[in-house]
Antibody
């Protein structure tokens, strides 16, 4: 079955960067876009962008254009999301999401806490 | 920027039918997806491509579309259906967006 397993929780200081990983299994990794979504405490879902694991092409939400980088390593079926210049309001749970032709699955989420 | 609009909350009694709407200008041209999120858990896909139900999702969940509005319908609501529900779709450039979410309360 499809599984997305994300890296563990992170605590970062303002101005630092964080890189979250999402290891995929149970489907053809290069066949479907990998989305990244975040959820601040008590807030709704916010789409950050996607990466095409086949080509490496990306599409970022305008809000995140200058400070998010999405990459992938097809040899280990893993996608990465790196957010730079962290601020306190970047504290959130970060999810990866893949949507197939008849299914969709989320990672378990990675809590990133930004605090001085 | 493109937006999807959902009501903040919907309340129903057990056994009744809950309807959650999502409005957006490109919904006539782009598919909508619905996700259920229980407290403290990752979201789960309950409807894809406007009205299709993934394997394992109960038949009481259904989706429909009319013009610029898509609707998630939960028939015979159960206590376990109490959750936040989010619609998601794309604009024509492939940029995705989520609705603001609807909290379903089972009275």
């Amino acid at each position: 079955q499809v599984q997305l397993v994300q890296s563990g929780a992170e605590v970062k200081k303002p101005g630092a960067s964080v890189k979250v990983s999402c290891k995929a299994s149970g489907y053809t990794f290069t066949g479907y876009y990998m989305h990244w979504v975040r959820q601040a405490p008590g807030q709704g879902l916010e789409w950050m962008g996607w990466i095409n694991p086949n080509s490496g092409g990306t599409n970022y939400a305008q809000k995140f254009q200058d400070w998010v980088t999405m990459t992938r390593d097809t040899s280990i079926s893993t996608a990465y999301m790196e957010l730079s210049r962290l601020r306190s309001d970047d504290t959130a749970v970060y999810y990866c999401l893949v949507i197939g032709t008849t299914w969709g699955y989320w990672g378990q989420g990675t809590l990133v806490t930004v605090s001085s | 920027s493109y937006e999807l609009t959902q009501p903040p909350s919907v309340s129903v009694s057990p056994g009744q039918t809950a309807r959650i709407t999502c409005s957006g200008d490109t919904l006539p041209k782009q598919f909508a997806y619905w996700f259920q999120q229980r407290p403290g858990q990752a979201p789960v896909l309950v409807i894809y491509k406007d009205s299709e139900r993934p394997s394992g999702i109960p038949e009481r969940f259904s989706g429909s579309t009319s013009g610029t509005t898509v609707t998630l319908t939960i028939s015979g609501v159960r206590a376990e259906d109490e959750a936040d529900y989010y619609c998601q779709s794309e604009d024509t450039s492939g940029t995705s967006v989520f609705g603001g979410g609807t909290k379903l309360t089972v009275l």
